[in-house]
């Protein structure tokens, strides 16, 4: 406050404005009112102390400058600025002599108290009923303030601050709750505020709903500090029918720099298992951001010593990774890796997501871009936790080179020649693959010299693009595959078994295949306008295709005989290559295909603009097929049919179907070279179909009462990252319904597929959300895995009910806390695991 007034007035006299006064100190010191404007530069005398920020001081009703006492009184709505620095009351007098401001509220004609103080400094703000301060000491006295720090609300009878800026108070009380009659609060008897640092407090007693609780304290400690802060977490406690009482979740959270931090949670349990993990994210603002998590957990189940205790050691990795593509958009970095043992979701998996899931997918990704070609350096990995199935390609390098067109000339002149659309490509992948189980990957029982297979890959495509017509487009290509292996195979057939074994031949082996293709496209156009009705016009486009693929098997192929039955088989040297193997004879397809898109145009009132709305009735009905010139039977392939509608704007229906024109036998089941056609009224024989529809319905959106810009970039990636933690009562209720019907006949034995599932949640009041994930199997004719939340809004607190109703997976959990993540450990938790409820 010291610098609000350091100008010294020259001449004794009483200078007073009136009527929205209002006055500017700088260099000079100017003074405005409605009616006359007073430069007085001229008549002041400059401090020494003089500040260089412009200071703004304004009152509603009057400012009263006595210039021998050096006294300044503001009346009405008074205001003081300088920088960050606001002061509101509704007066403020300031004694230049004895370095003391004070302010204080005012009475109104109906005898009311308002206008009183409010101090702020820019995230800092206090109010108060009275304040004493003294610019040169740094000391002052409030009466009935309170304090607002972050999500932090001080009050106190009678406060002292010191020179270093801590204060003193007394009956007082600490609270996150923004009421001015709080729904929480410490009662403290005295407390002193450390700036940026902590709060400590006397004898402290939590009061709900102002009935004082049995939770007390003799002395407490409330974080004070912005940004990150090291700390305890407090445990939850309880106890698990099979593995005793336990504490869980608690640990120590460090916060390295604003970059990176890590935090540390651990269980235990007093029957002898535990848990360990481990949560860092780091992040370089317009460079890269990401997060890494390790959990390790050893479980105990039974009693040592009986048969059926088992002990499970398990481990879970979770690492992602992004840059920002402004970074450098030459290079990108890119991690999303997802391993860890088969059980761990088992007894581990906290969310529906974790422990519905089987496969899990990892991939580390560096790209480099040139002016005509880019290169990628991955390492991949997939896991399915059922067959403990494990794969890993690592390293792999792919290096492509753009399409360029060798014949294209560098100065054209008159129209293009056919040969100049003539296009180029160079695809490059050499790779590393190791296919084993994730038991014996994790015990190091794995022979990498032989089970790792190695291989490079070329693909040079060559195609075009021809105008035929004005009509039609055809599209000529030629692909040239060829692979180098390691490993090939060959088959032999043993005397002693009596029957036919594979070897490995571990030597260099070429594998090549060339495909010509051409294809002939055209589009067709249909249009009916109706003169009356509701509908307007239909749209119908027609996109048939031909095209021949031909193959010579440059690769060929070897033989085989078996010595018992004397029949000889033909197979190809690489039988199971990474690359896949090639085609062993030669093929000549005929390909034909065929997509249709009907879309109709109906009067729609709520179309102000045209009066018209489009519905897609197919979007999109297809059929293909091939036909193979050069086979002796089976010439025709399955016929593939897909289907993709939108008939109204919240319902999907995708289908596809795959139907055999060959009959079978009637002993075997077996594919014979007869059609079915021949034989009865079908043209084929419907082996699979897969329908699903889905129905996604919500009401209108309400209006936010919160402005969402309020929250920054960190906060709203913590709730991209953790949405189920996160409440959006923005919509009042939302609906997606999905139907999956499977239907499988690959000879005379059928199996169909029924199963229904949905989600959604419903707002019941302004602060209820209840909200359910379930499904139903209509073959089995019961529940699938159905989970349930409740969230109560309670303005500073929340509840939250999490529970599996049924099933295997029984199990809840409730939460009890304070919203505020300065007191997160103030919470009653109550949870049951779903192997304590067996």
């Known amino acids: ?47 020494k102390n003089a500040i260089d920020e412009k200071v703004k001081y304004q009152a509603l009703d009057s400012i009263i400058f006595v210039v021998d006492s050096q006294l300044v009184f503001l009346y009405g709505k008074a205001e003081v600025y300088y920088g960050e620095v606001n002061l509101k009351a509704g007066e403020i007098a300031i004694d230049q002599q004895k370095n003391k401001v004070e302010a204080k509220g005012v009475t109104d004609s109906t005898g009311k108290k308002v206008d009183n103080p409010d101090f702020s400094d820019g995230a800092q703000n206090f109010k108060a009923k009275h304040i004493i301060y003294n610019t040169k000491t740094k000391k002052g006295k409030i009466k009935e303030v309170t304090t607002v720090d972050g999500e932090s609300y001080l009050r106190g009878e009678s406060v002292k601050k010191d020179s270093n800026n801590v204060s003193y108070m007394q009956h007082g009380s600490y609270t996150t709750c923004n009421l001015e009659h709080p729904h929480y609060y410490f009662a403290l008897s005295k407390l002193k505020v450390i700036p940026d640092d902590k709060i400590v407090t006397g004898p402290a007693n939590l009061v709900v709903a102002d009935v004082p609780t049995p939770l007390a304290l003799p002395f407490g400690f409330f974080p004070n500090r912005k940004g990150q802060a090291n700390g305890i977490l407090l445990p939850t406690y309880g106890q698990a ?117 089987n496969t899990f997918q990892s991939s580390i990704q560096y790209n480099k871009t040139f002016a005509k070609s880019n290169l990628t350096l991955s390492a991949r990995q997939s896991q399915n936790t059922n067959t403990r199935k494990f794969d890993i390609s690592a390293p792999e390098l792919t290096y492509a080179v753009n399409r360029f067109y060798p014949f294209k000339r560098k100065n054209p002149v008159g129209a293009a020649r056919w040969y100049e659309d003539i296009g180029l490509t160079y695809t490059n992948s050499t790779r590393a693959q190791l296919s084993t189980i994730d038991s014996l990957l994790y015990k190091g029982d794995v022979d990498w010299r032989r089970q790792v297979s190695k291989g490079t890959n070329h693909i040079i495509p060559i195609t075009s693009a021809i105008k035929l017509f004005k009509y ?37 082996a070429r594998a090549r295949d060339l495909t010509m293709n051409a294809s002939l496209r055209t589009i067709v156009y249909g249009m009916y306008q109706f003169k009356s009705g509701p509908v307007k016009a239909l749209r119908h486009v027609i996109t048939p295709n031909v095209g021949f693929t031909y193959n010579p098997g440059i690769s060929g192929f070897s033989t085989v005989k078996n010595e018992v039955t004397g029949n000889t088989t033909n197979y190809s040297r690489f039988e199971g290559a990474m690359f896949g193997a090639p085609t062993i004879v030669k093929t000549g397809f005929v390909n034909m295909g065929l997509v249709n898109n009907l879309e109709m145009k109906v009067r729609s009132s709520s179309d102000t603009i045209s009066g018209f709305k489009k519905i897609k009735i197919f979007e999109n009905l297809s059929i ?215």
């Open 1 to 47: 406050m010291l610098l609000l007034f350091t100008h010294l007035l020259a001449k004794p006299a009483v200078v007073v404005y009136t009527k929205h006064a209002s006055a500017y100190t700088n260099d000079s010191v100017r003074v405005d009112s409605i009616k006359n404007q007073t430069k007085l530069s001229d008549t002041l005398k400059i401090s």
């Open 241 to 357: 029918n099979n593995y005793g009482f336990f504490l869980k979740d608690g640990g120590y959270y460090l916060g390295i720099n604003e970059h990176f931090d890590v935090m540390i949670r651990g269980d235990i349990y007093t029957r002898g298992s535990w848990a360990l993990r481990t949560q860092s994210q780091y992040a370089q603002k317009y460079r890269y951001n990401g997060n890494f998590n390790l959990s390790y957990a050893v479980f105990k189940l039974g009693e040592q010593g009986f048969p059926n205790f088992q002990k499970r050691r398990d481990f879970f990795v979770r690492w992602n990774h992004a840059q920002d593509p402004k970074a450098n958009p030459g290079s990108r970095f890119s991690a999303d890796v997802n391993f860890g043992t088969s059980s761990f979701n088992q007894l581990n998996a906290t969310n529906a997501n974790d422990i519905l899931s």
């Open 472 to 508: 039609f487009t055809l599209s000529p290509t030629a692909t040239y595959t060829e692979s180098w292996y390691l490993q090939s195979v060959r088959k032999s057939f043993d005397s002693e078994s009596n029957a036919i074994v594979t070897d490995t031949i571990n030597k260099f």
């Open 624 to 838: 293909d097929s091939r036909y193979d010139v050069l086979a002796d039977s089976f010439q025709l392939s399955p016929f593939t049919m897909n289907l993709r509608t939108m008939p109204f704007e919240n319902i999907n229906i995708n289908m596809n179907a795959v139907a055999d024109p060959y009959a079978l036998s009637d002993v075997s089941g077996r594919r014979v070279n007869d059609f079915v056609a021949n034989n009865g009224s079908q043209l084929a024989r419907l082996t699979s179909m897969n329908i699903a529809v889905g129905v996604n319905l919500q009401s209108k959106q309400a209006k936010p009462k919160t402005d969402s810009k309020t929250g920054n970039k960190e906060e709203l990636d913590e709730i991209n990252r953790n949405r189920y933690q996160y409440v959006d009562f923005n919509i009042p209720w939302t609906l997606n319904v999905s139907y999956n019907f499977i239907y499988n006949k690959p000879a005379f034995t059928e199996n169909i597929q029924q199963t229904l599932s949905f989600n959604g949640d419903i707002n019941v009041t302004e602060n209820w959300k209840v909200g359910m994930n379930s499904g139903f199997d209509l073959k089995q004719m019961k529940f699938t895995y159905t989970s349930m939340n409740i969230y109560r809004n309670l303005h500073c607190w929340e509840i939250r009910l999490n529970m599996v109703p049924f099933g295997f997976r029984k199990s809840y959990s409730l939460d009890i806390n304070v919203k505020s993540s300065i007191l997160q450990d103030l919470k009653l938790s109550r949870k049951r695991d779903w192997f304590d409820l067996q």
